[in-house]
């Protein structure tokens, strides 16, 4: 009987003993679990914000310095393709020279040539009031231009003779040429009288 007695009191320990050891095994874990949570709650609440931050420092930087690189490379370009020889006015994608020496129209269709270029046309009123704003800023009140008689009215650059603005026009038996009148509309005349010219020179021969 009181060896029974015994056997319970040292059973009782040994089960309160692995009661204990059993609950000191389970709370480690959860203390891990809760400091590991708190690291992955700070790597997550951290981390992407300085990824962030990084990126948004840099991004920038990158974007200013390719439209720096494309505008050095399109200022060329645009030097090529937006701009006149000195001396020439830009006028609808074109260059044009008031020419003051006055020369018959055979004369100033060959100096037009040997800048690469061709006495001027008109297309409709634009045109016009630009070649004579050109004539009248050069000081003078007429100008040949490319028009000439050939079975019909013509333009010299081959254009289409679409437009008219004629203020006088008499027999085209002697009077073959156009000339510009600044204060006006064009006129036909003797192609051998001098009269100061314009130029025109396409874009792509600028």
Known sequence: MKALLILSVILGCVLAATAAA????????????KDNQLV????????????????????PEVKESVEVSAGEEAS??????????????RYKGDCYQFVASSTSWTSAVAN??????????AHDLFDYSFLQ????????TTAWMGGFYFQTWRWLDQSPF??????????VSSRQCIYL????????????????????KKTDSC
Do not use: K, M
């Not at 600044?182 to 025109?200: K, M």
């Open 22 to 33: 059993v609950g000191a095994a389970e709370a480690v874990p959860q203390e891990l679990q």
């Open 76 to 89: 060329p370009a645009q030097g090529r393709f937006f701009s006149c020889p000195s001396g020439w006015v």
């Open 181 to 200: 009148n600044a204060r006006a509309g064009w006129s036909n005349n003797v192609c051998t009288v001098s009269y100061p010219f314009i130029c025109v």
């Open 112 to 121: 037009c040539a040997r800048s690469g270029s061709s006495l001027a046309s």
């Open 40 to 59: 992955e709650n700070e790597a997550e609440v951290f981390v992407p914000e300085a990824v962030e931050s990084e990126a948004a420092s840099f991004i």
């Open 133 to 140: 704003d050109l004539t009248t800023r050069a000081g003078y």
């Open 162 to 171: 679409s437009y008219s603005n004629w203020h006088s026009q008499t027999s």
